[in-house]
């Protein structure tokens, strides 16, 4: 007998906490936020499998595990101002939004960043703002930001994302680092003498393209 909903979330629940997903409030966020809403109808099936899923503009939904490891890197405590960039369908601008007070999204497809807009408005995510542009100059306009999440593989730390995030201690860059095949994902840590490095290991991203990452 197939697996109801209840279920399926129960058993990838389960899946991305033996694997490293140990925070409770990102947990929570991943029980509490749709993802079937965010996969196209062909893909419904397998909303709650622990797999990334393609999406239009030829882009992927992360894999829940990648999405929990990264969430939980970032240590949010619920009052924080975060940037995302690479919105995608805007799942975990959504995971972002039940962790932080304020979530800027940044996009550079027009298509994928208006559909996410109306999916987060109509789940009723209205503390997160869906941007268009080039997010390897990051959006000044927000920062500075007490967490920066980039879910596309970049050759380097773009400046501009240094530049906006937070001067306090604590605050966090979580960002896939490598070649445009395979990426390690780092941490860069705030810390009192500069920005502290930690690698969480291997991963695979689709490329940052852009002014600071990647050319077309
Ligand atoms: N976070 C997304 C989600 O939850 O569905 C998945 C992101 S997908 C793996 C990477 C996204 O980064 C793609 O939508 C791609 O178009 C976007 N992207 C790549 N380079 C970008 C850039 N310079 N600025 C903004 N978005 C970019």
Not at 38 to 56: C, M, Y
Request: charged share 25%; glycine share 8%; no cysteine.
């Amino acid at each position: 007998m197939p697996l109801s909903r209840t279920q399926q979330i129960k058993q990838l629940l389960s899946e991305i906490n033996r694997h490293g997903v140990r925070n409770r409030r990102v947990l929570s966020a991943i029980a509490t936020v749709p993802r079937d809403e965010f996969v196209r109808e062909t893909s419904l099936h397998q909303a709650w499998e622990n797999r990334a899923l393609p999406i239009d503009e030829g882009q992927t939904i992360s894999q829940p595990l990648i999405v929990g490891l990264m969430s939980q890197a970032l240590e949010l405590s619920g009052d924080e101002r975060v940037l995302e960039i690479g919105t995608g369908s805007g799942y975990q601008a959504a995971i972002l939004a039940e962790l932080a007070a304020e979530v800027v999204t940044i996009e550079r497809y027009p298509q994928l960043a208006d559909s996410a807009r109306q999916r987060l408005s109509r789940l009723g995510y209205d503390n997160v703002r869906v941007v268009v542009g080039d997010g390897t100059l990051g959006w000044p306009d927000d920062a500075p930001y007490d967490g920066i999440l980039v879910t596309a593989a970049a050759p380097h730390l773009p400046r501009p994302l240094e530049e906006q995030l937070s001067s306090k201690p604590g605050s966090r860059v979580v960002i896939p680092i490598g070649r445009t095949d395979d990426q390690d994902l780092i941490v860069y840590e705030r810390t009192e003498s500069g920005l502290h490095e930690i690698n969480l290991g291997p991963v695979r991203f689709v490329p940052l393209i852009g002014k600071e990452g990647w050319q077309e």
